[in-house]
Each structure stands twice: as structure tokens, then as C-alpha cells.
């Protein structure tokens, strides 16, 4: 392609969308459907109020979400085509996932059929090999994360929690703690890549029995974590099971890699059109 330096100069502003139904709420904002009115791109706006950010002191969290997901080029992974701002707004110009936020879906059905939840996994695993090969980690997987685009594929999103790898997180989290490997539990909470094998094991769980693992209270989501007091139903297949508990190890550098979970015999059950082991 053209060299960065001789590309136009992608300047946004909001005159140059013609703003749609809303889409929802955000964390920090509304989220539009979009028009450039130029081109009739459609896109999702997400408007994101300053004061909001610094009240939240997310600003620095923002500044590498945007630096992060605009450099992403993947198809499970939603597209950041620009942002602007101005006196008291920053926008972001985002990929518009036409069949919406996967966690109401999930809601709506309870669980998923196995063959639908293996291809989610599938698709996750193909995204977090992307992400892992440029040396980033999302941090922060789970349904509420990920939406799903016109063709039925998962698109992973809100990159606010991604770092580079290795960290120790810094900053304070709030929400959920059902998706958070022991190593963010214990003392250092220094981690690697693998927090998001743990958290792609706790999504596998939660797809087929439609609630997340460790579920309790606070106090006891910790305990079970850290114990990894797992138990799975026994309507969970043989397959999918030890999938679930290959990635669900304490020990970071035990868990499944991600490059051998497509071979895994619960993913090539029901995801025909992965590459298929040598010798078939
Ligand atoms: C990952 C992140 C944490 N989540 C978010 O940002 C959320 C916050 C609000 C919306 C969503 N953000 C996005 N949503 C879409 N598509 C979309 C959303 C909702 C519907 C839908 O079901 N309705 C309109 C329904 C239609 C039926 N009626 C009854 C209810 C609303 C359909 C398509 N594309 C891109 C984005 C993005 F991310 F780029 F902003």
C-alpha cells in the first residue's frame, strides 16, 4: 500500500455523518448508527462526554484503546476506522456489527447448541492468535464484549483493558470478577497472554451452560478462582468438557495454546471448514 507518510490525512468530523438511530449506551456514552455522507459508509458512532472520562480518570485507558484497535485488521475483530473530538466530546468511528451485542443474545437462548458455541470459540481463538502474534492482550474477554457481525460472526470489541505483553495491571477494575485468571487475583498480578486462554476457557463455559463458572458472591467467585473449584454439568459433552478444563489450568504456562485449540477434537467435531491436521 502507500507509505503512511503520503496517505491522505484521514481528518474526521461530525458534519461528515449523517447521524442514525441510536444503537444503545455505552460505558461512557451513546452509541448511533452512522452515514459518511460522502461515501454512504455506514458505521457506529460511539460519543464518549470529556467530563465523563476525566471523572473516571480513563482518558489514558482511551488514548491506548484508539491506538490499539485502529492498527487491528482482522474480520473477528471490530474495525476503529478514526476518531475526533470536540469542546466537550470525543467520537469514535467504529465498525457497525449488524446483528448486535452477543451477550443478549446469549441471554435470549439461555445457552448455546454445542455447533454454534465451538464456531464462537473457534473464531475467538483465530482473534486472540492475531492479537497474541502482536504481542497484545485484551484483558478484558467476555460476552458483553463481543458483537456479532451481519454473516453471524463474533466480533471482539472494546479494547479499553488491552495492553502490551507482559504487564501487572495498574489501574483499579470494576465489574464482573467471573472472568479473572488467578494470576490477576494473587499478589503481584503480574501476568502474561495466557489471562486470555483462562478467560476464553470461563466464555466456553458460560456459551453452553449460560452461566459463567465461578459465579457467587464476590467473595467466593475468588475462593473458586483461585482454587479453580470448577464443576461441569454433565449434559456438557465429553469434548467440549476437556476443552473447557485445558484452558481452565491455575498455571498460566499449562493451559492450551491457542494455536492448538482449532485441533482440538471439540472444535474439529463442528467446525468442518478449519484447516484440517495433516493427513486427512
Ligand atoms: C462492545 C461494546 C462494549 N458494546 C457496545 O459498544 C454496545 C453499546 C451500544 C451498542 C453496542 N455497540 C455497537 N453496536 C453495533 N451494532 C448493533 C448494536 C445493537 C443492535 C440492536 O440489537 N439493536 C439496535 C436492538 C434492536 C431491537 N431493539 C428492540 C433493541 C435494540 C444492533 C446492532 N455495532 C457497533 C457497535 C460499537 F461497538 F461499534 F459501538
Not at 64 to 69: L, P, S, T
Not at 76 to 94: A, M, T
Not at 210 to 233: M, Y
Request: glycine fraction near 8%.
Amino acid at each position: 500500500g502507500i507509505p503512511p507518510s503520503v496517505q491522505p490525512a484521514r481528518e474526521f468530523h461530525l458534519g461528515m455523518f449523517e447521524i442514525g438511530r441510536p444503537l444503545g449506551k455505552g460505558k461512557f456514552g451513546r452509541v448511533y448508527l452512522a452515514k459518511e455522507r460522502k461515501t454512504g459508509f455506514v458505521c457506529a458512532l460511539k460519543v464518549l462526554h470529556k467530563n465523563e472520562l476525566q471523572k473516571n480518570k480513563v482518558e489514558k485507558q482511551l488514548r491506548r484503546e484508539i491506538e490499539i484497535q485502529s492498527n487491528l485488521r482482522h474480520p473477528n475483530i471490530l474495525r476503529l476506522y478514526g476518531h475526533f473530538h470536540d469542546s466537550k466530546r470525543v467520537f469514535l468511528i467504529l465498525e457497525f456489527a449488524g446483528r448486535g451485542e452477543l451477550y443478549k443474545i446469549l441471554r435470549k437462548a439461555g445457552k448455546f447448541p454445542e455447533p454454534q458455541a465451538a464456531e464462537y470459540i473457534a473464531q475467538m481463538a483465530a482473534a486472540l492468535q492475531y492479537l497474541h502474534k502482536k504481542h497484545v492482550i485484551h484483558r478484558d474477554i467476555k460476552p458483553e464484549n463481543i458483537l456479532v457481525g451481519i454473516h453471524g460472526e463474533i466480533k471482539i470489541s472494546d479494547f479499553g483493558w488491552s495492553v502490551h505483553a507482559p504487564s501487572s495491571r495498574r489501574t483499579t477494575m470494576c465489574g464482573t470478577l467471573d472472568y479473572l485468571p488467578p494470576e490477576m487475583l494473587n499478589g503481584t498480578g503480574r501476568h502474561g497472554a495466557e489471562v486470555d486462554l483462562w478467560s476464553l476457557g470461563v466464555l466456553t463455559y458460560e456459551f453452553l451452560v449460560g452461566s459463567a463458572p465461578f459465579e457467587d458472591t464476590p467473595v467466593e467467585t475468588q475462593r473458586r478462582i483461585v482454587q479453580c473449584d470448577l464443576k461441569i454439568p454433565s449434559y456438557v459433552s465429553p469434548e467440549a468438557a476437556d476443552l473447557i478444563r485445558r484452558l481452565l489450568v491455575l498455571r498460566p504456562e499449562q493451559r492450551i495454546p491457542l494455536e492448538d485449540v482449532p485441533f482440538h477434537p471439540w472444535i474439529q467435531k463442528h467446525c468442518a471448514k478449519l484447516v484440517q491436521p495433516a493427513g486427512q
